[in-house]
Nanobody, 128 residues
Framework: QLQLVESGGGLVQPGGSLRLSCAAS????????IGWFRQAPGKEREGISH????????YYADSVKGRFTISRDNAKNTAYLQMNSLKPEDTAVYYC?????????????????????WGQGTQVTVSS
């Protein structure tokens, strides 16, 4: 069964940090682009960070640039999203997605409909 499973979400105070993980099973993440998306109540899904499967290029939305870092460990078949300096407006359900042969650069990223596999999501709540 092909699936992605996110973990690492939770409740954190403003200014705190969390690291989300995205573990793949049933397939290997090698050569797959990984995207992290989030959706807050009443808002549209937002693509916040992506990493290429070919050369490791990354993309960050302006809303998270300088605070979030995407990475991958192909040996562990897992991708990560390190989130620092969290703000209340970062509160959302976070999803990871994997897609083959997707182009990622610092100035462009795939849309959600280009990804093949999705995780179930993990809740991140930033509140004092």
């Amino acid at each position: 069964q092909l699936q992605l499973v996110e973990s690492g979400g939770g409740l954190v105070q403003p200014g705190g940090s969390l690291r989300l993980s995205c573990a793949a099973s049933g397939f290997t993440l090698d050569y797959y682009a990984i995207g992290w998306f989030r959706q807050a109540p009443g808002k549209e899904r937002e693509g916040i960070s992506h990493i290429s499967g070919s050369d490791g290029s990354t993309y960050y939305a302006d809303s998270v640039k300088g605070r979030f870092t995407i990475s991958r460990d192909n040996a562990k078949n897992t991708a990560y999203l390190q989130m620092n300096s969290l703000k209340p407006e970062d509160t959302a359900v976070y999803y990871c997605a994997a897609g083959s042969h997707l182009f990622v650069a610092d100035w462009t990223a795939p849309g959600a409909d280009e990804y093949d596999y999705w995780g179930q999501g993990t809740q991140v709540t930033v509140s004092s």
